[in-house]
């Protein structure tokens, strides 16, 4: 089983699927990336919210493996906005992953700021860390399609992806559409939809019967056949190798079609929506 690489808009390559690590406690989270390592994964996505960067760290170090093995994005909280602190702040996530530079950063919501700026201000401070080599590709995360217009028209500079919530309840095709015709790709946060009840939709069992699969390995197919970026969650060793056991089957054409036909729109989010969500860290 090897997991496809997909070419960026900046002509660098990411693993199409890789191991998210929102809500792994600090404590665990060496424990569990070591474990996603030896599973076979290689792509891991933190962020600065998530507390447990230095996990992550901890964890790469111990794996002996070579920096070009390994993907690794963080992101930007959503207290760093004003450029220096973006900077700095950027500096200080490096420190803690125990690395030189990240393959992948990202504004992780695209909220009004609390200093005298906006989002594009912070989007060219990304645009100058990637140019002094901190990180070899930016993009964006819960980006609607008016916020990628504004920075793309202010900037010229297209996020290389938009990290945006999608799962087979909540296709965000709005979203996803606009990011895609701006030549971005999308990546796929909450795939499982945080392992609630879609995974026990009867179409999704359906399928995942025909194939001898599970829900979840359908749930996260789907999304790598529709060509995005997916990196489940889980603590759990079994279930850092269901999720990765996705490589040996595919869906037809037909199935991913009715997979898609799950979505329920707006009330089929399990997260923030990005028009109104205001959480900046005290
Ligand atoms: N940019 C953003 O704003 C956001 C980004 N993300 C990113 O996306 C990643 C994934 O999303 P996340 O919200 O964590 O949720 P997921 O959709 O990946 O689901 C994770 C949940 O599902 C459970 N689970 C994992 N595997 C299975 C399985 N095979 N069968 C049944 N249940 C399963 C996990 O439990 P257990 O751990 O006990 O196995 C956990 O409760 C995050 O970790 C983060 O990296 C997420 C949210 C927002
Ligand atoms: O996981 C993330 O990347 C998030 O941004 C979420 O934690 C988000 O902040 C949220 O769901 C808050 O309830």
Redesign the pocket.
Known sequence: MSVPTITLNDQTTIPQFGV????VPADVTERVVSEALEVGYRHI?TAQMYGNEAGVGAAIKASGLARDELYVTT?LNNNNHEPARAKASLAESLDRLGLDKVDLFLI?WPLPTQYDGDYTATWQALVELQEEGLATSIGV??FQPEHLDTIVSRTGVVPAVN?I?V?PYFGNEAARAATLTHGAFVES???????GGE?EDPALVKIAADHGK?P?QVALRWQLERGDIV??????RE?LE??FAVFDFTLTPEEVDAISALDKGETGRT?PNPDTFDYIPG
Do not use: I, M, Y
């Not at 998210?20 to 809500?23: A, D, N, R, S």
């Not at 909450?190 to 392992?195: A, D, I, N, R």
């Not at 990196?231 to 759990?236: A, E, G, I």
């Open positions: 998210g690590v929102w809500q996505d992101k992780h995360s819960n990290q919530e799962h946060w909450s795939p499982l939809g945080q392992g995974l599970t979840a990196f489940p969650k889980s603590v759990r279930r269901e999720n997260g």
